[in-house]
């Protein structure tokens, strides 16, 4: 594994100098990148306020379970609030490195939740003094569509502003990832503009959806370790869920999966599916509640199996198409590897095996492959988080310990 003055000294001594023109060009546009982030949280205040100034004047009492429909929206909208703002969190934290109070859930999830009630607080007041208490009136129907027309424009300005940003890390790419990549693994390729097939994604098993909506990816990484190749990408997915009820058929467009995809050949052939997720279950529960969900949970030909590393089940769940070869593949020593690699990410990450071949996901809603963009790139401190992802996921065949050949074809 590489030390960090490694990666010190090869920055020092292949990119430091490059990465002078890229501070030039960040600290030309980080007006405009500042200006995004502004606009796109003006944006969330019109939604939010629109959304609740609607919900206020909307008369629910006229239709029987109004109460049930109106508790039920604003109990969709505080979900939706609480995600987006603990989104938004992490990345201040991000930007101001509070690494110690971005791994502590709790306290996350408190300040999220503080956050979230003052905001829609304020937008709830802000929606019904601007449209007032009159869903069908004139006058209301014209501030909603003034406010409708304002959201759309902070939305669209947002997004031409927040180009500046990718351009920049795409700049960023272009000119640090192959060095960095050369330094890590001689064998490795990189290409911006492709990513994991969608077909290795499907054939993984890491997610259960009904059908894959979009499917987007970049910065592809390719490599070779010993007798064995591997290959990781970003992954931008959404899946469209249909559902049919009292006739009336709802189609969603949910987020999937984004965040790092890796793929690589594993050491032992093997014919069964083995997907290993996080168990949010035992977390949320006690163990014995947490253990008779995850049976429940069981689906299609997928079984839960059960391990007798007890710290390893605390923190994952594992399900297979067949007990005894899943039991086999995650030996002793493959299980306590999996464990230190999930310390080493410091993020919670998902596993299976499937098809001769190990996968792992790293859900993150930021480029990982590139830094702050308001933070100096010709600070080593900036630039380091991207050496350390990059050799993580370079680094797993090594850390599964793939290239040891055992169970011989």
Known sequence: MVS?????????????????????????????????????????????SLFLGFLNAFPFDDFEMGFAFEGFFYL??????????????????????????????????????????????GAWYTGTKYLGGATFALSFVIKYIIGFFILLLLGLLSFVFQQYENKFNQSFKTECLPKILRFLNSTANYNPAASTEQE??????????????????????????????????????????????????????????????FSADFNKPFNCLVVISPDYTRKALDTQLGEMLNKAMEYNQYQLVKLEDVEFEEEFTVYATEQVEARHILSPALIERIKKLRIYFGKEIRLS????????ALASDND??????????????????????????????DRLDLNTRIWGK
């Open 353 to 360: 095996f499937a098809n001769n071949k190990v996968f792992l």
């Open 200 to 261: 290795l994604f499907e054939k993984s098993g890491l997610f259960r959806y009904t059908e894959i909506y979009r499917y987007k990816g970049s910065d592809h990484i390719s490599g070779s370790y010993g007798s064995g190749n591997f290959e990781f990408s970003q992954l931008d997915i959404t899946q469209r869920t249909t559902t049919t009820s009292v006739g009336k058929t709802e189609v969603r467009i949910e987020n999937l999966f984004k965040g790092l995809f």
């Open 368 to 397: 990982l492959l590139s830094p702050i963009v308001f933070h100096k790139v010709t600070d080593f401190h900036t630039i380091e988080p991207v050496y350390q992802i990059m050799e993580a996921f370079c680094s797993i065949p």
């Open 76 to 121: 969709i909208l505080s979900f939706v609030a609480f995600g987006v703002f603990r989104k938004d969190l992490l990345y201040i934290l991000e930007i101001m490195d509070r690494k110690a109070l971005t791994n502590n859930k709790l306290i996350i999830n408190i300040l999220t939740a503080i956050i979230s009630v003052i905001c829609l607080s």
């Open 4 to 48: 960090v003055s490694s990666f010190q000294n090869h920055f020092d001594t292949h990119l430091s100098q490059g990465l002078e023109i890229l501070e030039i060009k960040r600290k030309s546009i980080i007006r405009f990148v500042i200006l995004a982030k502004i606009l796109n949280a003006l944006t969330l205040t019109v939604f939010f």
